[in-house]
Structure formats: structure tokens, C-alpha cells
């Protein structure tokens, strides 16, 4: 059973910064692309940022230069590096796992990220 347990997540003053990680219980870490997604209240769940199995990466406009996706497939952890927080970055963020095989796909149980003064 695919199990993805986000930490990380809190309170930060704009401008500041927070490192989420994602530790994934999955056989073949390497075949999966991973994923961060983050859903703000009353809002859809949206895209952050993705990395492939070949460390590809991918961001929504609005992080990119702020965040950095990076993965350690020997220790089966993704994180997501996020500077320069704004209040529009507050939201629960999740960790996604998409395999590159069949296309199934698991989420976390999401960590909560305010950016608030």
C-alpha cells in the first residue's frame, strides 16, 4: 500500500521561507513522477510544481524563481523548497504520486502553509 506523509508545513511572515518533504512508501520511487498540489479555502486544488523520474521539473507561473522541486530517490523523499512566501502561497499542500506505469496515483494527507504577518 502507497503511503505519501507530507511535514513541513506552518506559519511564516511574508518574505520568508519553508521546506516541505514528502516521504513516500513506494517499492519503485524511481517510476513515479511526483508532485506538489495545493488547495486554498474555497478554491480547486492546483498544480506547484512536478519533477519526473528523470528529474524534469515543471512549475505554475506564480512560483517559479520562489520554489524549487527536488527529489532523493534513494531515500524515496520529494521536497519543495519555497522562498520568498506571500499570503496568496497559503493553503494545504499535497504531495502527489503519479506512476509512470499505468498512470496510478496517490496523494498525502496534506500540511497546512500560512504565510500571514
Known amino acids: 500500500q502507497v503511503q505519501l506523509v507530507e511535514s513541513g508545513g506552518g506559519l511564516v511572515q511574508p518574505g520568508g521561507s519553508l521546506r516541505l518533504s514528502c516521504a513516500a512508501s513506494i517499492n519503485v520511487f524511481s517510476m513515479y513522477t511526483m508532485g506538489w498540489y495545493r488547495q486554498a479555502p474555497g478554491k480547486q486544488r492546483e498544480l506547484v510544481a512536478t519533477?519526473?523520474?528523470?528529474?524534469?521539473?515543471n512549475y505554475r507561473n506564480s512560483v517559479k524563481g520562489r520554489f524549487t522541486i527536488s527529489r532523493d530517490n534513494a531515500k524515496k523523499t520529494v521536497s519543495l523548497q519555497m522562498n520568498s512566501l506571500k499570503p496568496e502561497d497559503t493553503a494545504v499542500y499535497y504531495c502527489?504520486?503519479?506512476?509512470?506505469?499505468?498512470?496510478?496515483?496517490?496523494w498525502g494527507q496534506g500540511t497546512q502553509v500560512t504565510v500571514s504577518s
Open positions: 502527489h504520486a503519479e506512476s509512470i506505469v499505468g498512470g496510478a496515483n496517490y
Open positions: 519533477i519526473t523520474s528523470t528529474v524534469l521539473t
